[in-house]
């Protein structure tokens, strides 16, 4: 933590500020600038708030040197973490990227049935499907629950395929732990402190996608909870953030893609369909994602999209995604 | 619904979608403009999502004529909601504005009565305190739980003060019933679909936060969530939201509180300590948000800024909460 | 400057910094933290570019300590500047608020002399009015130009108002010499480098405002373009910001205006009208903004709105600015 | 244009806004939904302005059916716009895409020959160089101006590429004209409307960089402007928008370069290095951008990034840009 000064902060003001800090157990180190004072402060930060000394006579700004996060970060690890869901995917390090495919919301036995062959046969390597659906209206269709966690397991068990779905509050973790290969944390609840907590103290990987308007630093601060709590087994999901431009859902991130591959050994995969909100442009953020690095893709696939119960703007068709795998190829 | 088509869109094209529209028991008007065609959707929209339109061939897109929140748009019910809290503090209509102060964290009974004291003296007519903390940071101090809330209860009792308290998760709800007069739903938690649905079903008011980048509308559907279950005592809170300019923490959208008088009947207050992240400009968004017409504001303020667990950088003094009382007096 | 190191840097890479500092004739001071080296640099910082060290092995980021305007902040100089327009109207320090109004755009000698009348009676302290307007579209209506200038500075004349209006090249700042009493740069032009060393060569008042995407130091570095060149009769104009919330035009960004008053010496005003893009909430964005502080307003007034050639939307009547300045008096 | 009217407007309402819209020489076609009624306006719209309609009596918003944008636009023009500079490098339709690369400034000659021949050698089809550069503060090194230029034409002409530079002001076109095979308007003078209508009038391609918070809309009314003053040869660039999260220097918007594939016939490229502002990740962002589908590239590269005197932070160096064609190869 850097301390700065005011330029017409006088010789006792800083003195004083040195005082306060030495008051927390740290030591500090003054440094006379061109024109201005800048104390920096060396020692455990965690006994010391911003607070305490940013009101002081004299003191124009606070800067950060460390970063809040610890457990995430390259430093504290230097290699890759390769997550492994039901024995057999692997996310992260040098394995080749993973494709996840289903539909938004599981709907029917025979509809996640479908699918499932659907994408199985084209190359996906996990299953998706929601059965808890955060919907921005009460007036929404809200998911089968329970019910549609058990079509989804089947599914996935009859095709052969390792399933992940949305789990939106700890109540139902014994369900979801029955259900699931992997627990997907959604973007609305990537702040949801006690479910991450919840999900940080059992044995199954954590898919976290990244909350709308995260920033890299919290997004990592939410994994931080979960590793801190217990579970290493956690893949990051950019799924598109919220700008000033509209004329799509999200924007997609991948400059923080790239650059949580760099700061981060966790694995991070990317979502297209939620980024994109329209199926139209979802293939090319899919490719786009591969070559900036991502370790997979989770992808929205329908079997009969205009009559999905939910999202079927986004949704690929067999048709698109066998079409889109084959310009993956060369990225995979 | 308009469902707009291309300029090349065919007749076959329109009449495709008319029956595809029609087929979901709605009703058309299909409107020839000088560069292409128009359709209008007449029904009950909820029959169909814009999935099941958007791919068929010549559609260009769809636009939105309702708005998907129903109770509480002031074109359901166009009269101001007064919301009453503990028989005594009303929000809304022609009341004036109420402010709540008190401690970003209640840190001990000591320091929660000793503060309650200081604000009921200086006007505030209901007491803050939180006791579940949502922190970014798995390391940072995280409140003393359903203590902190008995500690609340009780100052708020004695100088006698109303409470209000930011609840994290319906777990805890029979001890927030038995112990504060008001729920606050805090931004982070604005889409926890299942918290909002928990304090729809109680006999208690409700202080709902803006998400930071939840949009009018998505805030004004947490809201619905709300009423949709029964319950219509909500006052909604606008607290800064997150934008590219970062110089201060969050920026106070009066725009939106303004609008919101508008085409909502209930009461809107502000939280300009949020809003701010610094101490020393919230008395200027305090006043803003008074002479934009809140209907009150909420203020953190503590006793001892520079040794507060948390947001000691934000807090009002008694000395600048004071100050603050005596310029806001023409706008209450 | 503070050059902070990966925690993983070895000594060798410090001195390599260090030396690599030195070589630019500044001077160091190294930190010894708990958990990485921070190294800071003393003296001439314009002497080292970030690009020059970020890349040096062990390097992990570069702190700003300083800001990289000068003559703007109240480091330089801690007293308000008064501006003073036409030996008359006064901006900043303790002089009551100036409220300029006048139309978007002037369409006629009738017209602005009707509104210029209109303002000045209901208490305007200047009159406003495009003749060049920057226009999203090139279809769309582009002002009358010099003429229009020309038909503003006539009404003035008759009225007894001061004129302002937006400069767009400085091709034509001998005709804004001649017929305006502030030049006025628009939020589309705040980094027209070119036009800003234009108006700083000259003596005659400028109205800068915000690039609607502009972070508060663009916005201060802008104003210093001006007054390097020589010209220190600026008056800065907050007019919201571009943000994702789009339920109204941008957003009043009242936090920033309270910011600047700080870290500024010179005068601020708002422009509630570009910021509300809608006539209904104009007054209560005005009233906030006088609340907040603001040094002034700066109020679109159109006889006739339903006729207006631009932003007929957004403009008051006289009916409505007369009860918005009765509601103002408190606040001016 | 869809005129939605208040669910609470009367039949008169209703009347009256079709009289005023007729009054404009317009049709209308009355559509009566379950809550409420909306209009439709039939005709030349450019003939009414939202302000006209919205502020009578009943009337709740406005929605606009066609987009404001025409030649741009592949419903005028169907097929991809080929733009060739200097009648040998192609942009767009099925040509591979460009890479154009150089240094941020031209700071010699001597260095901007040697970056000329080593892009040149590498794979780079054009040569880019800023003699003019639009610095955020004024203190920092502007460019050479037209020696800049110069320079930039010798380096070209000495090793066989094509070159493009900024202009940033009409004032210097004619030494563009004789200087540059295409001319550059950077993303903070996307709408200096005076500089767009300049370079509508002249025989030269034009490189039209979007604003960092322009929308798609917006961008594409601005390649209008050049359009509909006569110059059809503009190539698009998308370089990254503003947005919350400032960890890199801009997210680059593929959503929106995918989109703009899609409605628009004109060229579009990426710029990665700015969009990133930090070496690191330029390559994956260079790689997906051309996974996604762009055109090209423009890419700064320096042949000694520490000691550059502009963006020397973000610059690749000669080995970096070449494993990055490396692995770009399978996506040309």
Redesign the interface.
């Known amino acids: 933590m ?1 301390i ?1 000064m ?3 902060a006088t010789r006792e003001m800083v003195d004083e500020v040195v005082k ?1 800090v030495k008051g927390h157990g740290l030591n500090t ?1 003054v ?6 004072v ?1 104390i ?1 402060v ?3 930060k ?1 006994q010391l ?8 006579p004299g003191v124009k700004e606070i ?1 950060a ?2 970063k ?2 610890k457990k995430v970060s390259r ?1 504290y690890k ?1 290699d890759d973490t390769v997550v492994t869901v039901a024995n057999s995917v692997k996310f992260g390090g040098k394995n080749p990227p993973v494709i996840i495919a289903g539909p938004c919301t599981v709907e029917s036995r025979e509809q996640v049935l479908e699918i499932a062959r659907g994408v199985k046969k084209l190359g996906a390597k996990m299953l998706r499907g929601g059965a808890f659906k ?6 929404a269709f ?1 998911g089968h629950g329970v019910e549609g966690l058990k079509m989804l397991k089947k599914a996935g068990q009859e095709v052969g395929l390792p399933v992940v779905s949305e789990i ?4 139902y973790l014994d369900e979801f732990m029955e259900n699931v290969d992997m627990l997907q944390i959604g973007a ?2 990537m ?4 479910l991450l907590k919840a999900v940080s103290k059992v044995k199954k990987p954590v898919l976290l996608k990244r909350g ?2 995260a ?4 997004f990592l ?1 939410a994994a ?2 979960i590793l ?2 217990g579970n290493d087994q956690v893949v990051l999901c950019e799924r ?9 859902r ?10 949580i ?2 700061i981060s050994h966790l694995p991070i995969i990317a979502d297209p369909s939620h ?2 909100g ?4 979802v293939p ?2 899919g ?7 991502a370790h997979g893709l989770i992808i929205e696939v329908h079997n009969n ?11 690929l068709t067999f048709y698109t995604l066998e079409a889109f795998m084959e310009k993956a190829k ?2 995979i």
């Open positions: 850097i700065v005011q330029n017409t306060v180190e440094m006379h600038g061109t024109t201005r800048a920096g060396l020692g455990d965690t708030e911003e607070g305490n000394v940013i009101r002081l800067l040197v460390s809040p996060y430093e230097i955060p919907r921005t209206s009460p007036y809200q939106m509050s700890a109540e609305r609840n702040q949801n402190f006690d709308m308007s920033t890299v630093e919290e601060l931080e909870y801190a709590g598109g953030i919220r700008t000033f431009e509209q004329s799509t999200n924007i997609l991130d991948l400059n923080s893609l790239a650059l591959k760099e980024a994109a329209r199926y139209d442009i090319a953020l490719l786009a994602s591969l070559a900036a690095g999209p205009c009559e999905a119960l939910c999202d079927g703007k986004q949704s060369p990225l």
